[in-house]
């Protein structure tokens, strides 16, 4: 009884957790400037993905296993799909355990907007990604980015 | 133990209730195609200079034609009866061409329930637009695979249709292969669109999410597309369609990406052996939009256009005799706009950019027509609708 007991606690735990872990929060024009005060000073990657991009699900299923070594890491997951698709994105980072990732997702439909408050020169291929390092100097990415240069990338910021 | 097991019931309800939702692609897949904006217009000018639209709403494709340049358009006519989920955004767009008889010829990418899966699809009008054909299936493998991004080619009676089949990519993943990219697909009528050859394999690894463009040269149907080339190197093929055939490379741009840009190129023929293309590319060689011009024997040096300090892209082109234009889309951090450029010397030299329109919406691609010996610009945007302008010499 005990152990069922026991059983059940984690079970409410677990599902707190996961009521938690709800929708990404909305990337707005103004989100670029803000996340760099709130990474002033230290290292942060922006990884962008939407969910009809084939190239994008396996970088996401690598984000996951390093978070799932390291849930710390200064990892941020923006979907570029349009508002609507709010469920599907939700949907698509519980099933690929990352619902408690610092998840974004796109405000405006209109993204060419929030891509110009990220940068003036990406014209939305996917996937895309953007290290800042601590001096906040960038270093932008098109494609899939491979399991190496991800992991020299997060062990130089920590350094 | 009954209440052991209660518990236990109570606890599996839990946790069923709990547990993160699956993960249906399928679902999300269609979701995404039905709440796509249908910004993405066909559109086309006849021999009379009557522009014709085929636009998508609520799932049916809907044909109407305008005597005075787009200001009114005729009552929209339904192409398919039944609804069917329509790709119409960016890259994937429905087509439409109007043959020297006046025979209408339409085409476009239905979404499947699986992600990235596509059928294409044709119809025809033989009486100047009041009714249309029943629809057929294009691509003759029917399995729940991707056959997208289709592009049209008429000429009197010659329909030809190229497009994007992963099918040797599926049987290559089947055998345990890797395959890059998807394969060029190309069938043909020879009657005016009443019937289509089998469907031919022209080139394995195109890009896989990049839009075609297509143009005659005389009697050669000539193609521009980004090719996957050795070392997921994503530059641009050029070839002639219409005979099983060799491509060749028409970029050395060098963009090595894992991934796809969704944002294919344009090409128009000056009628006098002459092509032109226009390309986005973030390769090691070069970075932004890119014109060149293709003699038959050489290509010119690649020449640089548009603001990358505003996303320039989605380029398009036409040449009328001598006049070839360009335009493409900026994004300035106000607004959408639309700029054009010109050269009077087939592409040797360029007038300077102007700004022909703008959106502080959501917009299409920008598109180039030729209106009797004319460049005329066609620009749909959600707030504005469609703009059709003249671009002047």
């Not at chain 2, 109407?64 to 200001?71: H, I, K």
């Not at chain 2, 040449?319 to 087939?346: C, F, H, K, P």
Request: hydrophobic letters at 45%.
């Amino acid at each position: 009884m005990r152990r069922l007991l026991r059983f059940g606690l984690m079970l409410l735990a677990l599902s707190a957790g996961w009521a938690l872990a709800g929708a990404p929060k909305p990337f707005a024009a103004d989100t670029p400037a803000e996340l760099a005060k709130r990474f002033a000073g230290k290292p942060y990657l922006l990884a962008f993905w939407s969910v009809d991009c084939p190239h994008c699900q396996g970088e996401l299923e690598l984000f996951a296993r390093l978070l799932r070594e390291q849930p710390d890491l200064p990892v941020l997951l923006v979907s570029v799909d349009a508002p609507e698709l709010a469920p599907q994105v939700t949907a698509r980072l519980a099933e690929l355990g990352l619902g408690n990732a610092d998840n974004w997702q796109f405000a405006d439909a209109r993204a060419a907007r929030l891509r110009f408050a990220i940068d003036r020169q990406w014209r939305g291929e996917l996937p895309r990604s953007y290290w800042f390092d601590a001096a906040h100097r960038v270093q932008g990415v098109s494609g899939a980015v491979s399991e190496m240069a991800l992991r020299h990338w997060l062990k130089s910021g920590s350094d | 133990m009954v209440r052991r097991l209660l518990l236990v019931a109570a606890l599996a309800v839990g946790w069923a209730q709990a547990a993160p939702p699956k993960h249906d692609m399928a679902a999300m897949w269609s979701a995404q195609q039905a709440v796509a904006r249908p910004l993405a217009v066909a559109v086309a000018f006849d021999d009379a200079g009557r522009l014709w639209l085929a636009r998508v709403e609520s799932g049916r494709l809907k044909v109407a034609q305008s005597e005075d340049n787009g200001r009114h358009f005729t009552w929209p006519v339904t192409v398919n009866a039944l609804p069917e989920t329509i790709a119409a955004e960016g890259e994937s767009r429905p087509q439409i061409a109007v043959a020297a008889d006046g025979t209408v010829h339409v085409l476009w990418n239905i979404a499947l329930a699986k992600p990235y899966t596509g059928h294409v699809r044709y119809s025809r009008s033989t009486d100047g637009g009041r009714s249309f054909s029943a629809p057929v299936t294009v691509n003759d493998d029917r399995a729940e695979i991707s056959h997208r991004f289709p592009a049209l080619l008429v000429a009197g009676k010659r329909v030809l249709i190229a497009w994007l089949d992963a099918r040797e990519r599926q049987a290559a993943l089947a055998a345990g292969e890797k395959f890059a990219g998807a394969s060029l697909y190309v069938t043909e009528s020879t009657d005016g669109g009443a019937s289509f050859g089998a469907n031919r394999r022209f080139a394995a690894h195109s890009c896989e999410c990049c839009r075609l463009a297509v143009a005659w040269r005389g009697n050669e149907a000539m193609a521009f597309w980004r090719q996957v080339f050795d070392g997921n190197v994503r530059d641009f093929a050029l070839a002639d369609l219409s005979e099983p055939g060799q491509l060749m490379r028409a970029s050395d741009d060098d963009w090595r990406i894992d991934g796809c840009p969704h944002h294919g190129g344009a090409l128009a023929a000056d009628g006098q052996g002459g092509l032109h293309l226009v390309w986005f590319t973030q390769g090691q060689a070069r970075q932004g939009l890119f014109y060149r011009r293709y003699d038959g024997q050489k290509f010119s040096a690649p020449y640089k256009f548009g603001n990358d300090a505003a996303q320039a892209g989605h380029p398009a082109v036409v040449a009328t005799g001598r006049t070839i234009t360009v335009a493409w889309l900026e994004y300035d951090g106000q607004a959408n706009r639309v700029w054009t450029m010109q050269s009077r010397d087939g592409g040797r030299h360029w007038v300077q950019a102007r700004s022909m329109a703008s959106s502080e919406g959501t917009v299409d691609y920008p598109i180039l027509l030729n209106r009797q010996g004319k460049p005329w610009l066609v620009w749909h945007s959600e707030r504005e609708g469609l703009r059709a302008m003249a671009v002047a010499k």
